[in-house]
């Protein structure tokens, strides 16, 4: 028995002698969103319980360096995906909005458990009502909070979504902000969207 | 164990009873009512004589109420009390707690004195219990704001008449919030520990010369 198996028809040697090992074809696209799909650098806005199954989510256990996103970018400047874990009241609303504004195309944003994608129970004076009515959102995950392995269903998704896009599509790239008066959405969508839902449509505004 | 501790919380129940009584005594009529619930002592003393009773607490050396647990308000929806200020203290040697309550009048103005200078740490306590309930604290250096942002103007939301979801619209609120420049309203001065640094322990104060030459070189 040898090292070197022995040549035959549909055995390795055929492949090398048909194909380069220096260079291979493939399309753009395929190329720069399976580069991008497999390197999300996570920009952590973790405000809430959220937070904490995110965390769980970067630990051993779940290991989201499986995916590429170990490498937490506390910086905005370079990251890729913001993950909006948690609550977000009105007074960070427009520090979320600079974090957005401050990442560089092409970027993503996550919203993480009821209360960054709808403002949960939190039908108050204090709280956003969905962080999509300041920033765009690409994958919301429900749950409260939701599991690692929700957060990690997520990712896949927007992993998808990645390998979907295409880089000679400029109108994925532009920065929809917004209305001229800072909003990210019509006032009467804002309006809409947060209308009392669940329990809290038996609160009237003025009791 | 169990009777050990109880025994520690009679004894420190009986130690603020004992001061309620102090109290009683020395300021007469301005003790309002004292009652114990929940083993918890709460006293009402009047609105005009609070501050020089919370002195007295703190200062003299048999009540050595020295830490201040807590400012905060109460609404009530009774036209009678209808606020009251909360002041819990505790004296951290003798293990005490006592809670007093300042009743303040409905048909006047909603204001107490401060008492940052009795408790430095009173200051973020009674800016939130203004920037919620709207009581004013004379005498305080820097009474704004300090959970809701800085041009917030839908008034103080745990008042009765604040309606849960606020005043305004959504997209108002949001557009109002977005509009908020979360750096406008503190100085440099604020943000860095310059003022305090002669208080500074001797080797932090080395450390931060020592960063400070880095960062200018």
């Given at each position: 028995m040898g090292l070197t198996p022995p040549p035959g028809p549909g055995g390795e040697h055929d492949l090398f002698e048909t194909v380069s090992p220096n260079w291979v074809t493939t399309r753009l696209d395929f190329l720069a969103?399976?580069?991008?799909?497999?390197?999300?650098?996570?920009?952590?806005f973790g405000t809430a319980c959220c937070a904490i199954e995110f965390m769980a989510t970067a630990a051993s256990r779940y290991d989201i360096s499986r995916f590429g996103m170990e490498r937490m970018s506390f910086s905005p400047r370079q990251a890729d995906v913001l993950i909006c874990a948690g609550r977000l009241p009105f007074k960070l609303a427009p520090v979320i909005r600079r974090i957005w504004d401050q990442m560089p195309q092409p970027k993503w944003a996550i919203s993480m458990g009821a209360c960054a994608s709808t403002g949960g129970i939190f039908d108050t004076y204090a709280m956003v009502q969905g962080i999509d009515t300041i920033i765009p959102v690409d994958v919301y995950v429900p749950g409260c909070p939701p599991r690692p392995e929700g957060l990690l269903y997520g990712v896949m998704l927007l992993q998808k979504k990645i390998r979907?896009?295409?880089?000679?599509?400029?109108?994925?790239?532009?920065?929809?902000?917004?209305?001229?008066?800072?909003?990210?959405?019509?006032?009467?969508?804002?309006d809409e969207i947060s209308e009392p839902f669940g329990n809290s449509v038996s609160q009237t505004r003025s009791s | 164990m169990t009777e050990g501790r109880n025994g520690m919380a009679a004894t420190a129940l009986a130690a603020a009873h004992e001061t309620a009584g102090a109290m009683a005594e020395q300021f007469g009529a301005a003790v309002l009512r004292t009652h114990e619930s929940n083993g918890q002592v709460m006293v009402e003393v009047a609105?005009?004589?609070?501050?020089?009773?919370?002195?007295?607490?703190?200062?003299?050396?048999s009540q050595d109420f020295d830490y201040l647990t807590d400012v905060t308000a109460v609404e009530y929806r009774d036209p009678e009390r209808a606020f009251e200020v909360v002041y819990q203290l505790r004296a951290l040697a003798r293990r005490v707690d006592l809670r007093v309550k300042v009743l303040l009048d409905p048909e006047g103005a909603l204001q107490v004195e401060t008492v940052t200078d009795i408790w430095a740490?009173?200051?973020w306590l009674e800016r939130e219990v203004w920037d919620m309930f709207g009581v004013r604290f004379k005498g305080h250096a820097d009474l704004r704001r300090i959970?809701?942002?800085?041009?917030?103007?839908?008034g103080h939301p745990l008042r009765k008449s604040f309606p849960l979801r606020g005043h305004r619209s959504r997209s108002e609120q949001t557009r109002q919030a977005l509009d908020a420049n979360p750096e406008a309203h503190y100085t440099l001065e604020e943000l860095s520990i310059a003022e305090a640094y002669h208080e500074l322990p001797e080797e932090m104060r080395r450390r931060l010369v020592e960063s400070g030459r880095r960062a200018a070189e």
């Amino acid at each position: 028995m040898g090292l070197t198996p022995p040549p035959g028809p549909g055995g390795e040697h055929d492949l090398f002698e048909t194909v380069s090992p220096n260079w291979v074809t493939t399309r753009l696209d395929f190329l720069a969103n399976w580069a991008r799909s497999n390197s999300l650098w996570p920009m952590p806005f973790g405000t809430a319980c959220c937070a904490i199954e995110f965390m769980a989510t970067a630990a051993s256990r779940y290991d989201i360096s499986r995916f590429g996103m170990e490498r937490m970018s506390f910086s905005p400047r370079q990251a890729d995906v913001l993950i909006c874990a948690g609550r977000l009241p009105f007074k960070l609303a427009p520090v979320i909005r600079r974090i957005w504004d401050q990442m560089p195309q092409p970027k993503w944003a996550i919203s993480m458990g009821a209360c960054a994608s709808t403002g949960g129970i939190f039908d108050t004076y204090a709280m956003v009502q969905g962080i999509d009515t300041i920033i765009p959102v690409d994958v919301y995950v429900p749950g409260c909070p939701p599991r690692p392995e929700g957060l990690l269903y997520g990712v896949m998704l927007l992993q998808k979504k990645i390998r979907g896009e295409s880089i000679s599509d400029p109108s994925l790239r532009i920065e929809h902000l917004v209305q001229p008066d800072g909003l990210f959405r019509r006032p009467e969508i804002i309006d809409e969207i947060s209308e009392p839902f669940g329990n809290s449509v038996s609160q009237t505004r003025s009791s | 164990m169990t009777e050990g501790r109880n025994g520690m919380a009679a004894t420190a129940l009986a130690a603020a009873h004992e001061t309620a009584g102090a109290m009683a005594e020395q300021f007469g009529a301005a003790v309002l009512r004292t009652h114990e619930s929940n083993g918890q002592v709460m006293v009402e003393v009047a609105a005009d004589r609070a501050k020089a009773i919370l002195r007295w607490l703190r200062e003299d050396a048999s009540q050595d109420f020295d830490y201040l647990t807590d400012v905060t308000a109460v609404e009530y929806r009774d036209p009678e009390r209808a606020f009251e200020v909360v002041y819990q203290l505790r004296a951290l040697a003798r293990r005490v707690d006592l809670r007093v309550k300042v009743l303040l009048d409905p048909e006047g103005a909603l204001q107490v004195e401060t008492v940052t200078d009795i408790w430095a740490g009173a200051e973020w306590l009674e800016r939130e219990v203004w920037d919620m309930f709207g009581v004013r604290f004379k005498g305080h250096a820097d009474l704004r704001r300090i959970l809701m942002w800085q041009t917030y103007d839908e008034g103080h939301p745990l008042r009765k008449s604040f309606p849960l979801r606020g005043h305004r619209s959504r997209s108002e609120q949001t557009r109002q919030a977005l509009d908020a420049n979360p750096e406008a309203h503190y100085t440099l001065e604020e943000l860095s520990i310059a003022e305090a640094y002669h208080e500074l322990p001797e080797e932090m104060r080395r450390r931060l010369v020592e960063s400070g030459r880095r960062a200018a070189e």
